[in-house]
T-cell receptor, first 112, second 117 residues
Framework: GDSVTQMEGPVTLSEEAFLTINCTYT??????LFWYVQYPGEGLQLLLKATKADDKGSNKGFEATYRKETTSFHLEKGSVQVSDSAVYFC???????????FGTGTQLKVEL | GAVVSQHPSRVICKSGTSVKIECRSLDFQATTMFWYRQFPKQSLMLMATSNEGSKATYEQGVEKDKFLINHASLTLSTLTVTSAHPEDSSFYICSAPTSGGDKDTQYFGPGTRLTVL
């Protein structure tokens, strides 16, 4: 079945540090890939997405590239801020369907 | 972007009572909505798919009679937790895909925190 594996957290960084959160997936067909962010006490917000191989999703300084050869969609940001502290979820959906399969989430803490 | 709202945001109830949670798509129509449950520090677990005009589709292990879903219109789905017990305490989140060309993208409600005493 479809699955998403994320690196375990929490990840603690100093402000302006470089961020990488690893995400790999297993899926039949060609899934769309997503990163969602959940701030404390809130629901999920779409951060970025990519729908085909080699696509790069980007938003708010975050980037992730759809790598079919390594079945990965790692999230990166060059310089994190305290306001980026949240839980980040990698997810996929199989083409033609709406169901999302989520990773377990990675908590990011950014300190001054 | 599209907006999905949930009501209430928090609810506390006594064991044995029923609680209704509403999920609304505010600026688009949604023939399908999804209900998730999130345990503390864990990922989202899909509970069921709510279908406008037909019965909901439940995931394996989710009790249909416990979690009643009604998709009353193209903008409203409700989840009723019947005879709630403390183990039903959780964060419930709904989502809806847009009806346009970008059907892969789902928009999530802010969630409802249910506490059963």
């Amino acid at each position: 079945g479809d699955s998403v594996t994320q690196m375990e957290g929490p990840v603690t960084l100093s402000e302006e540090a470089f961020l990488t959160i690893n995400c790999t997936y297993t899926a039949t067909g060609y899934p769309s890939l997503f990163w969602y962010v959940q701030y404390p006490g809130e629901g999920l917000q779409l951060l970025l997405k990519a729908t085909k191989a080699d696509d790069k999703g980007s938003n708010k300084g975050f980037e992730a590239t759809y790598r079919k050869e390594t079945t990965s969609f790692h999230l990166e940001k060059g310089s994190v801020q305290v306001s980026d502290s949240a839980v980040y979820f990698c997810a996929l959906s199989v083409r033609g369907g709406n169901k999302l399969t989520f990773g377990t989430g990675t908590q990011l803490k950014v300190e001054l | 972007g599209a907006v999905v709202s949930q009501h209430p945001s928090r609810v506390i109830c006594k064991s044995g009572t029923s609680v209704k949670i509403e999920c609304r798509s505010l600026d688009f129509q949604a023939t399908t909505m999804f209900w998730y449950r999130q345990f503390p520090k864990q990922s989202l677990m899909l509970m069921a798919t709510s279908n406008e005009g037909s019965k909901a589709t439940y995931e394996q292990g989710v009790e249909k009679d416990k979690f009643l879903i009604n998709h009353a219109s193209l903008t409203l789905s409700t989840l009723t937790v019947t005879s709630a017990h403390p183990e039903d305490s959780s964060f419930y989140i709904c989502s809806a895909p847009t009806s346009g060309g970008d059907k892969d993208t789902q928009y999530f409600g802010p969630g409802t925190r249910l506490t059963v005493l």
